[in-house]
């Protein structure tokens, strides 16, 4: 089936590299009550030329905050910053549904540079 019969809308290439994703380490870890779903608050550091950045992530059912700190995820940084609350998401971390639908992260196998953009 292809992407315009099966509802995809096909972008180019140029678009795809208006996205920017890059990888980071998350530094802190926080519970987010106010939340209207479950969530976590992440401090994420992406480096020099981007710095730290904040997020909010629905990643509760497959991830503790214990074991957030020090792994690295996958996060756009180049959309507008959200207001989620009383707090403002600036960059939107990655990642895919498990078999119940629920959050796991998007995450280099293996320890890279932070900063470092997906391609």
Known sequence: MD???SGLTPITFDDFLKVDIRVGRIVAAEPFPEARKPAFKLTIDFGPEIGT???SAQITVNHSLDELVGSQVLAVV???????GPFMSEVLTLGVPDAN???MLIRPDRDVPIGGRLY
């Open 3 to 5: 992407q315009v019969a």
């Open 101 to 103: 639908g629920d959050v």
């Open 78 to 84: 180049n959309f507008p910053p959200r207001q989620i």
């Open 53 to 55: 950045k904040r997020s």
